[in-house]
């Protein structure tokens, strides 16, 4: 065995090379991982239930686009039936349920699709019964606190 002494060539190549490997440890160690791009998926709609499909097959045949009788099924047929009835009401003639062509028939709501929903303002809300003295409510409470 040999001794590596401070300064000598052996003690640079010795160091040189304990510095390398804890260069190549370390930029393994503080590489940054890449975030995975995830695309958003945009809400979709729910499918209508079948009493919601009979609603609008009645609504349809009442307006006389459709034939026979409600089926709560959102078959060919009733798809063909919305589309003419759109077209008829001169909407985009898709077939498919949106806000428009069920206010059209009547289901929707009034501002359905067309604006933002709104929040209740104060004059808007019920108002509370006042206390009255001598109601039964008062008579729980005889100091009226």
């Not at 040189?16 to 590489?31: E, G, I, L, R, V």
């Not at 089926?71 to 008829?88: L, N, P, V, Y």
């Not at 501002?111 to 019964?129: C, F, L, N, Y």
Request: aromatic share 4%; hydrophobic share 30%; proline share 8%.
């Amino acid at each position: 065995m040999f001794t590596v002494l401070p300064g000598s060539v052996a003690a640079q190549t010795t160091k040189k090379a304990s510095s390398k490997a804890s260069t190549s440890h370390s930029t393994t160690s503080s590489k940054k991982k890449k975030k995975r791009h995830v695309a958003r998926r945009e809400p979709t709609q729910k499918a209508p239930t079948a009493d919601r499909v009979t609603e609008i097959q009645t609504a349809l045949q009442r307006e006389g686009f459709y034939q026979g009788d409600p089926s709560g099924k959102w078959d060919a047929g009733t798809q063909d039936a919305m589309r003419r009835f759109q077209e008829s009401r001169g909407l985009t003639g898709t077939g498919k349920l949106d806000a428009p062509s069920l206010q059209k028939l009547g289901l929707g709501s009034d501002i359905a699709g067309v604006s933002a929903p709104r929040q209740s303002s104060p004059a808007e809300e019920p108002a509370k019964p006042a206390a009255v003295p001598g109601s039964s409510a008062s008579a729980s409470n005889p100091s009226g606190i």
